[in-house]
Nanobody, 121 residues
Framework: QVQLVESGGGLVQAGGSLRLSCVASGNIFVIGPMGWYRQAPGKQRELVASITSGGSTDYADSVKGRFTISRDNAITKKTVYLQMNRLKPEDTAVYYC?????????????WGQGTQVTVSS
């Protein structure tokens, strides 16, 4: 089994910054694409940013230029980060980490439990 654990959420004023982290652990042979999603109250979950194992990134238009996704694939650190700058109230949501993980036999999508980000105006 694989676990994804997020951290770094919290309350911040508009214009401020937060850095989210997500650590993967468990029966991991290789980690493929990783990403951050968010879900605001009454809205569908949406992709915020994604990163391939090779480091290629993609961002939602609403966060381009403000958010940066990165990852550390070292054996001892299977972590994806989301640096969020110039935060806006509309960035308020629960942020979820996602990763495709193979145990060497098959691969599956995994999700973290979510971390709340609240941006006050």
């Amino acid at each position: 089994q694989v676990q994804l654990v997020e951290s770094g959420g919290g309350l911040v004023q508009a214009g401020g910054s937060l850095r989210l982290s997500c650590v993967a652990s468990g029966n991991i042979f290789v980690i493929g694409p990783m990403g951050w999603y968010r879900q605001a109250p009454g809205k569908q979950r949406e992709l915020v940013a994604s990163i391939t194992s090779g480091g290629s990134t993609d961002y939602a238009d609403s966060v381009k230029g403000r958010f940066t996704i990165s990852r550390d694939n070292a054996i001892t650190k299977k972590t994806v980060y989301l640096q969020m700058n110039r935060l806006k109230p509309e960035d308020t949501a629960v942020y979820y980490c996602n990763a495709w993980v193979s145990n060497g036999y098959n691969g599956n999508d995994y999700w973290g439990q979510g971390t709340q980000v609240t941006v006050s105006s």
